[in-house]
């Protein structure tokens, strides 16, 4: 069976490198699993949380728009 | 994930099933078992039947029914251990943290289907209870018989359901982060 594939896109690795922050810095400081971060990054979860989204935008200092993306059919 | 069998209900409840189990098949092996010296010896079966009789004479198919009484005490004991077997693995799902899956929604069902045979056999068994009171001359025999069977069977069926939802709810929660 083919897997669903999302079109949504998650820019957590582009945030990430601009700030110079590592996954595990701030899988401490937003009190969320490496894994569960892991899976956010790598475009493998099927939702987030309001206040997921709350906490990474508050370390990141960014916006919800800047941490997910839509890509359009081609 | 939380490590299986800590909580001692699950411990002890999966040990007093299996425990049953045990019981169940060692029953039904020596009800197995019985039928070959009732039919081997079947004069002196039918003689202490006769002996021992409340409301005589021992009918001519004694052996009939006792053959058939041995046969639904196989048939029970063997929808019994089907039905402990997939409650221990119910039990091990909840002790390894993941109930909620399709498998115990399709062994709930299963369960269901067992007690609603078992309570078929009752009550085939009720029907036949002149016969069985006629073949083995006993004014006193009697099959024990109560709609909780049925009520189970619902109740099986309904937790089915519950935990097919409840598996819908657990594959939409896995990919939340």
Redesign the interface.
Known sequence: MAEDVSRITVKLDDLLHARRMTLTELAERVE?TLA??S??KTG??????FS?LEAICRELGCQPGDLLGFRADD | MPRPFRDPLLAGTRLLLVVSGVIFLVGGVAALGALIPVWAFGGRVIAWLAAHADAPPVGRDALGAVSALLGGIIAGDALTIQFLRNLVAIIDTVGQGSPFISANAKRLREMGWLVLAMQAMLVAALFLTPWFRQALGSRHFFIPFSLAGLITALLLFILARVFEQGTRLAE?V????
């Not at chain 1, 493998?44 to 949380?49: C, E, G, P, V």
């Open positions: 969320i569960n971060l899976i956010l493998k979860a099927k939702a987030i949380r997921t | 939409d896995e990919g939340t982060v």
